[in-house]
T-cell receptor, first 115, second 111 residues
């Protein structure tokens, strides 16, 4: 089956620093990737849709200057949390679509803790 | 009204019990529906797609009611390993993909 690799799995950082999370599709080309955030005991909230070679589409309420998304190749999308604050602490997870399938292939997630 | 709503539970059931979850969605034009399973702090995994005629996979049965805009998941003969959060997912886009997740229903199966 299709594999999506997400790295790092856990990050602890100081307030004010920037954190980059990578999401790679290992055995297929992903023209579209999605980034989600999940707070404890809540569901996945879509943050943005990342399209290869174009600007990401952000959901309402998500600051594009704070959550920078780059999808420079068909196998890699990155999410950078800029100037992280404790309220940004959350579980971030990416997913990718293979071709025209509707099924989502998820990365394993990144637990971000901002001190 | 939320786009996709689920009863958060938790549903606490004994092993061997039958349990059912419902999920309602707001967009009548939605075309595709799925149930995902998520274990704590892990990525969601596709459990099954939901088809108009209803579909079954072993102990799991999914049904769609377009008129009432809800989907259901029935788990028979519950196992301890079924304990997880079950996420209802609806593709809200008429074209392409806009997958919206419900908040999830927690299931705890106890011996």
């Amino acid at each position: 089956g299709a594999v999506v690799s997400q790295h790092p799995s856990r990050v602890i950082c100081k307030s004010g620093t920037s954190v980059k999370i990578e999401c790679r599709s290992l055995d297929f080309q992903a023209t579209t990737m999605f980034w989600y955030r999940q707070f404890p005991k809540q569901s996945l909230m879509l943050m943005a849709t990342s399209n290869e070679g174009s600007k990401a589409t952000y959901e309402q309420g998500v600051e594009k200057d704070k959550f920078l998304i780059n999808h420079a190749s068909l196998t890699l999308s990155t999410l950078t949390v800029t100037s992280a604050h404790p309220e940004d602490s959350s579980f971030y997870i990416c997913s990718a679509i293979r071709g025209h399938e509707e099924k989502l292939f998820f990365g394993s997630g990144t637990q971000l803790s901002v001190l | 009204r939320k786009e996709v709503e689920q009863d958060p539970g938790p549903f606490n059931v004994p092993e061997g019990a039958t349990v059912a979850f419902n999920c309602t969605y707001s967009n009548s034009a939605s075309q595709s529906f799925f149930w995902y399973r998520q274990d704590c702090r892990k990525e969601p995994k596709l459990l099954m797609s939901v088809y108009s005629s209803g579909n079954e996979d072993g102990r799991f049965t999914a049904q769609l009611n377009r008129a009432s805009q809800y989907i259901s998941l029935l788990i028979r003969d519950s196992k301890l390993s079924d304990s997880a959060t079950y996420l209802c997912v609806v593709n809200m886009a008429e074209y392409g993909n806009k997958l919206v997740f419900g908040a999830g229903t927690i299931l705890r199966v106890k011996s």
